[in-house]
């Protein structure tokens, strides 16, 4: 079975910044999409960013010129770099693989607990 170990998070006060890693257990070099998604209390879990196998990114409204989010075949790792952090980001955070039918490919990881707070 695939896993997904997300790393990075921790508490951060608003305006910092985070880099977050996610280290899948197979290659994901022939996955179509990888993505961040976080959840934070009492809300749905909503895509931050993806980025497709040939580096096409695509951002959530609400992360739009601060995160970016980045792949490295080679380690098997997404990385999402979370610059000028709001409380409102607070979340924990998860990744996952995407199919081109936007179906995703594995098993949801632990995720990793981003907290913004002054």
């Known amino acids: 079975q695939v896993q997904l170990v997300e790393s990075g998070g921790g508490l951060v006060q608003p305006g910092g910044s985070l880099r977050l890693a996610c280290t899948v257990s197979?290659?994901?070099?022939?996955?179509?999409?990888m993505g961040w998604y976080r959840q934070a209390p009492g809300k749905q879990r909503e895509s931050v960013a993806t980025i497709t196998s040939d580096g096409t990114t695509n951002y959530a409204d609400s992360v739009k010129g601060r995160f970016t989010i980045s792949r490295d075949n080679a380690k098997n790792t997404v990385y999402l770099q979370m610059n000028n952090l709001k409380a409102e980001d607070t979340a924990v955070y998860y990744c996952?693989?995407?199919?081109?039918?936007?179906?995703?490919?594995?098993?949801w990881g632990q995720g990793t607990q981003v907290t913004v707070s002054s």
């Open positions: 197979r290659s994901i070099f022939s996955i179509y999409a």
């Open positions: 996952n693989g995407q199919s081109p039918a936007n179906f995703l490919v594995y098993n």
